[in-house]
T-cell receptor, first 115, second 109 residues
Framework: NAGVTQTPKFQVLKTGQSMTLQCAQD?????MYWYRQDPGMGLRLIYY???????DKGEVPNGYNVSRLNKREFSLRLESAAPSQTSVYFC??????????????FGNGTRLTVT | KQEVTQIPAALSVPEGENLVLNCSFT??????LQWFRQDPGKGLTSLLL?????REQTSGRLNASLDKSSGRSTLYIAASQPGDSATYLC????????FGTGTKLQVIP
């Protein structure tokens, strides 16, 4: 029962490099989310996908792009990494387009350092 | 902007004590309120979800309540154990969940 799987677990980038964070869920969930967690800031939503084929901006989308490749996979891309993007990134999913009654399921995170 | 606040940021209690964690939010037009647990280096695990039409939810030693009129939710942990040590976060929302910054709980044996 894998749930939400994120790869890689750790990554160090130099300023200006690009990378893609991968997220896959095996629970047949419709909605998927990318959050970042920073000390003292809590979790902030970067992008979300209410269903396959749709994506929307969250609270802090600048510097990021996303792709909902299929129902299972939702990737987050940093085109030109900056030190301000040093953070822990979490992917989450929920069964319904409307999360009225469905808790979020989280992956274990990707710890990204940009030097 | 919807705000979620959790006070205190950290709490230390002796084993066996009953305790209450607080979560306050702006905007009483709430759809649901979720409580999560986060262990160091791990993702968040959902503990309880309270729909806006409900006043409380219970799971084992945990009880979460929701008072929309005052903009508050509480998580009650009965007979705390060292294994309860973790950071507890609350989140409110509909399509997008807004989180508080969490309360770091330490239960001392």
């Amino acid at each position: 029962n894998a749930g939400v799987t994120q790869t890689p677990k750790f990554q160090v980038l130099k300023t200006g490099q690009s990378m893609t964070l991968q997220c896959a869920q095996d629970m047949n969930h419709n909605s998927m989310y990318w959050y970042r967690q920073d000390p003292g800031m809590g979790l902030r939503l970067i992008y979300y996908s209410a269903s396959e084929g749709t994506t929307d901006k969250g609270e802090v989308p600048n510097g990021y792009n996303v792709s909902r490749l299929n129902k299972r996979e939702f990737s987050l891309r940093l085109e030109s990494a900056a030190p301000s993007q040093t953070s822990v990134y979490f992917c989450a999913s929920t069964p319904d387009r409307v999360i009225y009654n469905s808790p979020l399921h989280f992956g274990n995170g990707t710890r990204l350092t940009v030097t | 902007k919807q705000e979620v606040t959790q006070i205190p940021a950290a709490l230390s209690v002796p084993e066996g004590e009953n305790l209450v964690l607080n979560c306050s939010f702006t905007d009483s037009a709430i759809y649901n309120l979720q409580w999560f647990r986060q262990d160091p280096g791990k993702g968040l695990t959902s503990l309880l979800l309270i729909q806006s039409s409900q006043r409380e939810q219970t799971s084992g030693r945990l009880n979460a309540s929701l008072d929309k009129s005052s903009g508050r939710s509480t998580l009650y942990i009965a007979a705390s154990q060292p294994g309860d040590s973790a950071t507890y976060l609350c989140g409110r929302g509909y399509q997008k969940v807004t989180f508080g910054t969490g309360t770091k709980l330490q239960v001392i044996p």
